[in-house]
């Protein structure tokens, strides 16, 4: 049973370039959540997708932006990079959550480096 | 607004040893769910012990406990028995109601294993 997948794995762009990472979640989900982690920083949150819709948003500009797919699959899509968008960023699936002690199942992260 | 501050940003211990790694939270919810997850080099977040705010016993799973103390808002992670694969990053994070879909994370504190 495969787990969260994500590509790519490292990924370099130059600032004010667009980047699309992807997120296929673990079998059996059907809720996808993405979180961008700087170096040497605990990952913030920047939303989550559930039925094909952002169901709730971190504090994080327009510039980000996702999408989900009718097999749960999700993209992360950052428009005119800055270079403080250097990050590993995370995708993590659940099933939707009823009760707080839901688990979110991670991914390996994408390396995003802006130059 | 939620907070996870995580003092440590370092810490050692020798092989086969205890280790405690602190964590405080601040939330104004009455209902939230405190989360320990260990990070490898590899990047991907690993899940290791949840718990709720109205459990009245401290979580344990395998060698790892919590040390929960609610009046205070700590939720300390205690490894016992260290072995050299737990030599990682150690996030505590936090989610409440009524916005569980959003997990909070502290900065982490970097643990190393000494053999």
């Known amino acids: 049973d495969a787990g969260v997948t994500q590509s790519p794995t490292h990924l370099i762009k130059t600032r004010g370039q667009q980047v699309t990472l992807r997120c296929s979640p673990k079998?059996?989900?059907?809720?996808v959540s993405w979180y961008q982690q700087a170096l040497g920083q605990g990952p913030q949150f920047i939303f989550q997708y559930y039925e094909e819709e952002e169901r709730q948003r971190g504090n994080f500009p327009d510039r980000f932006s996702g999408h989900q797919y009718p097999n749960y699959s999700s993209e992360l899509n950052v428009n005119a990079l800055l270079l403080g968008d250097s990050a590993l960023y995370l995708c993590a699936s659940s099933t939707q959550g009823s009760s707080l002690s839901y688990e979110q199942y991670f991914g390996p992260g994408t390396r995003l480096t802006v130059t | 607004a939620q907070k996870i501050t995580q003092t440590q940003p370092g810490m050692f211990v020798q092989e086969k040893e205890a280790v405690t790694l602190d964590c405080t939270y601040d939330t104004s919810d009455q209902s939230y769910g405190l989360f320990w997850y260990k990070q490898p080099s590899s990047g991907e977040m690993i899940f290791l012990i949840y718990q709720g705010s109205y459990d009245e016993q401290n979580a344990t799973e395998g060698r790892y406990s919590l040390n929960f103390q609610k009046a205070r808002k700590s939720a300390n992670l205690v490894i016992s028995a260290s072995q050299l694969g737990d030599s990682a990053m150690y996030f505590c994070a936090m989610r409440s109601v009524p916005s569980y879909d959003k997990v909070i994370f502290g900065p982490g504190t970097s643990l190393s294993v000494i053999p």
């Open positions: 079998s059996g989900h059907d809720t």
